[in-house]
């Protein structure tokens, strides 16, 4: 996949670790996320977590920015360092095909992306076991069990 900066990099970097991926956006009322995304982020990453950022445009046309220009907002005012990829469809008929592969998924982890900022968390070994709704706080403490449990 296309990252933020140009450079191309295959999810399979990323094979063995606890992955939160997220579709993110600038302009929205969950943007602050970004903050406690980058908290998880510091606090995990050495036990093999990784937080994905995956910006769309899909809702309220909330990330009207270039790559360029969503690289420059997430750095200046949320000192993002986790993995942030190029824009991306996350429904409709250009939907990107992991997000087509991610909301495919049965229930309760799989169904259509809601909003900007839903959550999905993925196991060590590439399953899909958790989806959490775009207004869920990354911190609240659900999530934080969660990939606790999952990094072990």
């Known amino acids: 996949m296309k990252r933020l900066d140009g450079s191309e990099q ?6 063995g670790k606890v992955l939160m991926m997220v579709n993110v956006a600038s302009y929205c009322g969950n943007t602050p996320q ?3 995304l980058q908290g998880l982020y ?8 990784e937080v994905l950022g995956f910006p769309a445009n899909n809702f309220g046309a909330q ?24 824009k991306i469809s996350v429904k409709g008929n250009d939907i990107h095909p992991l997000y087509a592969t991610l909301t495919s998924e049965p229930p309760p982890v799989g169904g259509p992306v809601t909003w900007n900022f839903q959550k999905y968390l993925v196991d060590r070994q590439g399953n899909v076991t958790a989806r959490f709704s775009p207004e869920m706080d ?15």
């Open 10 to 15: 295959s999810l399979e970097d990323f094979r």
């Open 34 to 36: 970004y903050r406690e």
């Open 42 to 49: 510091t606090k995990y990453q050495a036990k093999g977590f």
């Open 63 to 86: 990330e009207p920015g270039t790559d360029a220009e969503i690289a420059q907002f997430c750095e200046r005012n949320y000192g993002v360092t986790f993995p942030m990829f190029s």
């Open 138 to 152: 990354p911190d609240d403490p659900r999530i934080v069990a969660k990939i606790e449990e999952l990094i072990g």
